[in-house]
């Protein structure tokens, strides 16, 4: 859906940023998460990413986000400081702010606070969070890693819409002063957050609002021709040979010296140089003052375009070697796969001999049993002949007697017939 909201961004100093972002209709939010427009801060893209109910928490949720990490070259990373501030617009200094810092990379390109204000709080109608339905949330980033100033107390006494209130009060009031001249300085405070309140700069005013401009200049012009420096021309040349040493290299070298400053006051020096056989133009001298901008911007330039293509053979190289990660990939793959169709074949003649052997157990399994239930029938006949037997003993002993007496008296009925028999 379409969000009504206001967003601008401002240099504080040269090493940080602040970035304003006011949030109409705050309550009537229906997206879950909501980014800000794309600013750009030390050559790289950002955004503000916030949650108006909550990354999965009773908070609101806040984190500064890289916007264009996945086009940026491999490897990339960036340290900021990030001040987070929701505005109290009752009382700016009851806002809520947090502070972190971070080394953005590709894996972790946004970074903040996921309870950054509970949600209560920030619809709690005697604060000024949402004045009007409006959200006012301020972000504060510095990338220089020698710096650690942001914190509440900067955040909430940056106030810039009030400073550049104050800025334009104090150019009406030295405008007034011209109207109606005194000898009395106009005091302001300059519209600096790294200077106090209490310190003031004093602006005289000019003497005469209707001072005549052309003797204003031709005055002016005198009192700068007087106290212009005079170079010789030793200094001439000594700045004429750092210039060419520095043209001399490349502008990537150059741009990785550091050499600006000292080119920028040798360029002034040969500007302001007028020597008895060569004197400059005015045109000449205006090149030579822009020369020292205009080597930067070559240099950046340069280093721009060498980056560009030290990007390109670094995808080039990570090309490379993934194609190379996919031949021998897919080599190992084909090796992989008759490695499998041998082992399927193992498997298919290990199978049949597992099913032989399991035939063989089968069999020698009915067997066993066999074996058992023959012999546990043999045991048992073997106990009931064992009874057969004492009783067969028994009857053996009476037959053994009877057997005796059997042959006694057969002997003797055998003499009976002997004796008979002589008698015939």
């Known amino acids: 859906m379409a969000v009504d909201s206001k967003f601008q961004y401002m240099d504080i100093d040269v090493k940080i940023k602040k970035f304003t972002w006011r949030i109409q209709n705050f309550s009537s939010l229906v997206d879950k998460k909501l980014y800000s427009e794309v600013f750009t801060f030390d050559s790289y893209k950002w955004r503000v990413l916030i949650f108006p109910k909550g990354n999965n928490v009773d908070h609101l949720s806040i984190y500064l986000d890289v916007a264009d990490s996945a086009t940026l070259p491999y490897g990339w990373s960036k340290y900021a400081q990030v001040g987070f501030g929701v505005i109290d617009q009752l009382d700016r200094e009851t806002s809520s702010t947090k502070v972190t810092h971070h080394c953005f990379n590709a894996r972790q390109a946004d970074w903040g606070f996921t309870s950054f204000l509970r949600l209560t709080e ?32 900067f955040i909430v006494k940056t106030d810039w819409d ?119 133009t005015i045109d000449q001298k205006n090149e030579l003052l822009g020369l ?57 003649a290990l199978r049949e001999e597992v099913e032989e052997a399991q035939k063989r157990k089968e069999k020698m399994l009915a067997e066993r049993k066999g074996i058992y239930r023959s012999c546990k029938e043999m045991k048992m006949e073997l106990d009931a002949l064992g009874k057969e037997l004492a009783e067969c003993e028994a009857t053996a002993k009476v037959g053994e007697e009877e057997e005796k007496s059997v042959e006694a008296e057969w002997g003797r009925i055998k003499d009976f017939i002997s004796s008979i028999e002589a008698k015939i």
């Open 292 to 348: 020292d901008e205009r080597l930067k911007e070559l240099a950046n330039r340069a280093a721009k375009a060498v980056q560009d293509k030290d990007q390109l053979t670094a995808k080039e190289s990570i090309k490379r070697t993934m194609t190379c990660n996919l031949e021998s990939s897919l080599i190992r793959y084909k090796e992989v796969e008759t490695e499998v169709k041998q082992v399927d074949q193992i498997l298919a």
């Open 122 to 153: 920030l619809h709690n109608l005697k604060r000024g969070y949402l004045l009007h339905d409006a959200c006012l949330v301020e972000v504060y980033v510095c990338t220089d890693k020698t710096l650690d100033f942001i914190s509440h107390e």
């Open 162 to 280: 009030e400073l550049k209130a104050k800025e334009a009060d104090c150019v009406k009031a030295v405008i007034d002063n011209q109207k109606a001249p005194t000898t009395k300085p106009v005091e302001i405070t300059p519209p600096s957050p790294t200077q106090s309140s209490s310190q003031t700069v004093a602006i005289e005013p000019e003497e005469s609002a209707e001072e005549d401009m052309n003797t204003f200049f031709t005055s002016l012009e005198s009192e700068l021709s007087s106290s212009r420096i005079v170079y010789s021309k030793e200094e001439a040349k000594e700045a004429l040979a750092k210039i060419n040493e520095a043209l001399n290299t490349t502008p990537v070298n150059l741009n990785d010296s550091g050499k600006f400053s000292p080119l920028k006051q040798a360029f002034m020096i040969l500007a302001s140089f007028d020597g008895s056989s060569t004197t400059l």
